[in-house]
T-cell receptor, first 114, second 113 residues
Framework: DAMVIQNPRYQVTQFGKPVTLSCSQTLNHNVMYWYQQKSSQAPKLLFHYYDKDFNNEADTPDNFQSRRPNTSFCFLDIRSPGLGDAAMYLC?????????????FGSGTQLSVL | GNSVTQMEGPVTLSEEAFLTINCTYTATGYPSLFWYVQYPGEGLQLLLKATKADDKGSNKGFEATYRKETTSFHLEKGSVQVSDSAVYFCALRKEAGSYQLTFGKGTKLSVIP
């Protein structure tokens, strides 16, 4: 019944080694978001896709990229992870940006960088 | 810029105790305000919302009133249960049509039998 699915639940990578996190949805929502949540901090929006249109937040580091090959899937690529990138990464969807308070979140991927 | 400040956690209560989690915000204009809940091992989910001053959002016994004069949106519940143990996030959306949600840091609630 899970509607927003993130895999894996836990991901360990090495310093500087590229890593990809995945998110899929069965809701057919137009908008998909990626949030970064560091320990004891608020979730922070990195970017979102509205259909195929990519919208990057101004303060998202270039190290973070995203791909959305189709409606159902969205990927977060971290090109060269640093120790400071260790965090929970949350994927979310909404039908449109206009009703984005009704976000559907996945359970997140906890990324560790060694 | 916009910001949301929540009371520091963790908060530990006995079952049937009264709960208040404070939330204040800074924003221009007329933001919409939300409370999200994150149960262990799950994603965030919308708990309640209020879109204009003096609105009261309510769900599952939780309530919060949009107070523009004090820029607050405190979450309350009269009698908590063990199943309410979770992390609670206050959030705001600056204006209708904006995709950007600003979250607080979250407050962890533990309810003990």
């Amino acid at each position: 019944d899970a509607m927003v699915i993130q895999n894996p639940r836990y991901q360990v990578t090495q310093f500087g080694k590229p890593v990809t996190l995945s998110c899929s949805q069965t809701l057919n929502h137009n908008v998909m978001y990626w949030y970064q949540q560091k320990s004891s901090q608020a979730p922070k929006l990195l970017f979102h896709y509205y259909d195929k249109d990519f919208n990057n937040e101004a303060d998202t580091p270039d190290n973070f990229q995203s791909r959305r090959p189709n409606t159902s899937f969205c990927f977060l690529d971290i090109r060269s992870p640093g120790l400071g990138d260790a965090a929970m990464y949350l994927c979310a969807t909404s039908r449109s940006p206009l009703d984005n308070e009704k976000l559907f979140f996945g359970s997140g991927t906890q990324l560790s960088v060694l | 810029g916009n910001s949301v400040t929540q009371m520091e956690g963790p908060v530990t209560l006995s079952e049937e105790a009264f709960l208040t989690i404070n939330c204040t915000y800074t924003a221009t204009g007329y933001p919409s305000l939300f409370w999200y809940v994150q149960y262990p091992g799950e994603g965030l989910q919308l708990l309640l919302k209020a879109t204009k001053a003096d609105d009261k959002g309510s769900n599952k016994g939780f309530e919060a009133t949009y107070r523009k004069e004090t820029t607050s949106f405190h979450l309350e519940k009269g009698s908590v249960q063990v199943s309410d143990s979770a992390v609670y996030f206050c959030a705001l959306r600056k204006e209708a049509g904006s995709y950007q949600l600003t979250f607080g840091k979250g407050t962890k609630l533990s309810v003990i039998p």
